[in-house]
């Protein structure tokens, strides 16, 4: 650069504001290419902070104590001590705050202002906290920081982008949809009890790319304790279960339905193998009687943190565990016995899409020598259920964007579709759709079955048909999850969790990802309605390497229309 620059245009920011490196680059650019007196575009942001109680967002970092009612009376599984101190893991929860219900938390504090970062003068990356005082609204369990921030583009702020959620929102009707900047869950290192009327310090804190939170009685000022560390996961279990993962073992009636359904099939000379990683259904089984209980784990770390858990459960003789990958499995590790009940929930820490949990059934044909005559296998089959809908939002991150604030962005428009056309264009992609509304068009349907009773079968599986659409609206993509049928009276979904409804919006599990197909002519909004009818599908599943895949066809006044 001939001279220093006296503007300075950036978009450096992510969810948590600072996690994309906007303060270095800031300390840098101020330092070496900018002028003293430059103005910053944007010009300053604001960090806001609001203290919340919530069981549901707390269950998603701790492991609660699991219920299980059997013969013997009501049994108990409790976390180790060390996952009850662990402060959990440091990266930011990241999610669209306007989907969780006003009933699933309570306010303790009012939306505190916590920082502002002026941009357009010297910025440092030094760690630093920054404290507010407050009274709490209401008596509780601090556990929860929401968070989330606003930038003013000029100096007189009289242009505003805020990532406020609706009931923060200075006017909610004027609501952005974003996907890139949303809005971000803290954890506080450990629950803390707060009185209304009594005075705390909500204090956050921050590195060169990482905010984080702590409660304190006085002003880290007034106390000493200017920088509290980072927290970092020391359990372990951070590090192999991510938070829908923690939501879906506290989950006290998924955990029922699976005890309900391991009921009819145990008996007292039950041996038993499970298999899916980092799994509490091994010592349900044990609870609920089996003879003999072996589960594998593949991980050493995933071994070391379930050994951590049998030994708080008193369960370290009782459950044997071995670590190593299923077909490499010998009898010798099974002490000789066959196995008379295969087990899985399934789930593998690997998977993306619904359907990549079909591991358990390439595990079952590969452990097919050491199943005794007449072994149970549960979950005993699986299904792929696929349902059209029309997303509220979601359908934008697809859409061409054409004319923007009077530019003309059709050449990104292009290359993003060739891009797509590419292959994307024909796959599905992993959505966590409780945070993304929409309605369904069609009823669900059923494509595919597996069979887990049999050894995967060495031909593809086809399915073709189509779909009727019985709902008025924007048919955007089709919808697939799996269903796994624990017996012939129990399924667990990781989709719908009740019929769809006219009027409702879907009510997804919202501990999985769904899989979301797009369909492309429908996205763009300069296209026509139309009135389609039906969408058409063929679906494959390949099981010499595990894929599904898929093409769905739209039949609409649009023509083609896949």
């Not at 998924?254 to 038993?272: E, F, G, W």
């Amino acid at each position: 650069m001939p001279c220093r620059a006296n503007i300075l245009i950036t978009e450096l920011f992510d969810t948590e504001l600072i996690g994309e490196g906007a303060l270095p680059s800031y300390e840098h650019a101020h330092r070496h290419l900018v002028q003293e007196n430059c103005e910053a575009v944007p010009h300053r942001a604001t960090v806001y902070a609001q203290l919340v109680e919530s069981k549901k967002m707390w269950s998603w970092n701790k492991l609660f104590p699991i219920r299980v009612q059997t013969k013997r009376g009501e049994q108990v599984i409790v976390p180790p001590s060390e996952l009850e101190r662990c402060p959990g893991a440091p990266s930011v929860c990241d999610i669209q705050l306007n989907q969780v219900s006003p009933t699933d938390f309570t306010v303790l504090s009012n939306v505190l202002p916590m920082f502002s970062v002026d941009f357009s003068k010297q910025v440092s990356s030094s760690a630093a906290c920054h404290s507010r005082q407050f009274d709490p609204l209401a008596s509780g369990q601090a556990q929860v920081v929401l968070s989330w921030w606003d930038i003013e583009m000029d100096p007189e702020g009289k242009i505003k982008c805020t990532m406020a959620p609706f009931w923060a929102h200075t006017d909610p009707q004027e609501l952005q949809w974003r996907d890139h900047w949303m809005q971000c869950v803290y954890f506080l290192p450990q629950e803390e009890p707060v009185t209304q009327g009594s005075a705390v310090c909500l204090v956050a804190h921050h590195d060169d790319y990482c905010v984080w939170y702590s409660l304190q009685r006085t002003s880290p000022e007034k106390n000493g304790r200017v920088h509290a560390l980072r927290p970092v996961c020391d359990c372990q279990a951070h590090l192999l279960w991510n938070r829908p993962r923690f939501g879906e073992i506290n989950d006290q009636e998924r955990t029922d339905q699976y005890v309900q359904a391991l009921r009819t099939v145990l008996k007292p000379d039950s041996v038993c193998l499970c298999v899916s990683d980092g799994s509490l259904l091994c010592m349900l089984v044990h609870h609920l009687g089996a003879e003999q209980v072996f589960t594998i784990e593949s991980s050493a770390a995933s071994h070391r943190l379930m050994k951590k858990i049998f030994k708080a459960n008193h369960l370290e003789d009782k459950i044997n565990v071995v670590e190593k990958r299923p077909e490499l499995l010998t009898s010798a590790d099974l002490e000789g016995k066959k196995v008379s009940v295969l087990l899985g929930e399934p789930f593998f820490a690997t998977s993306l899409l619904p359907w990549h949990n079909l591991y358990f059934w390439y595990v079952r044909t590969a452990v097919d020598q050491h199943l005794g005559p007449g072994a149970v296998v549960m979950p005993q089959a699986a299904s792929l259920h696929a349902v059209v809908v029309e997303f509220r939002d979601l359908w934008r991150v697809r859409s061409p964007c054409g004319d923007c604030e009077g530019f003309d962005v059709h050449i990104m428009d292009d290359m993003i579709k060739h891009a797509l056309d590419f292959r994307e264009s024909k796959e599905a992609e992993p959505h966590p759709l409780w945070e993304y509304p929409c309605r369904s068009l069609s009823e669900p349907q059923q494509i595919l079955t597996f069979d887990f009773q049999q050894p995967v079968p060495p031909q593809l599986l086809h399915a073709e048909g189509s779909i009727k659409l019985r709902r008025p609206g924007r048919s955007h993509g089709a919808v697939l999850w799996m269903e796994y049928h624990l017996t012939p009276d129990s399924t667990v979904s990781t989709g719908l969790l009740k019929p769809a409804d006219d009027k409702e919006d879907c009510c997804w599990n919202p501990h999985c990802k769904q899989a979301v197909y797009f369909f492309s002519t429908t996205l763009d909004p300069r296209a026509s309605l139309g009135s389609p009818q039906t969408v058409s599908y063929v679906v494959e599943f390949h099981p010499r390497t595990g894929d599904v895949t898929m093409d769905f066809t739209l039949s609409d006044a649009l023509g083609n229309g896949h």
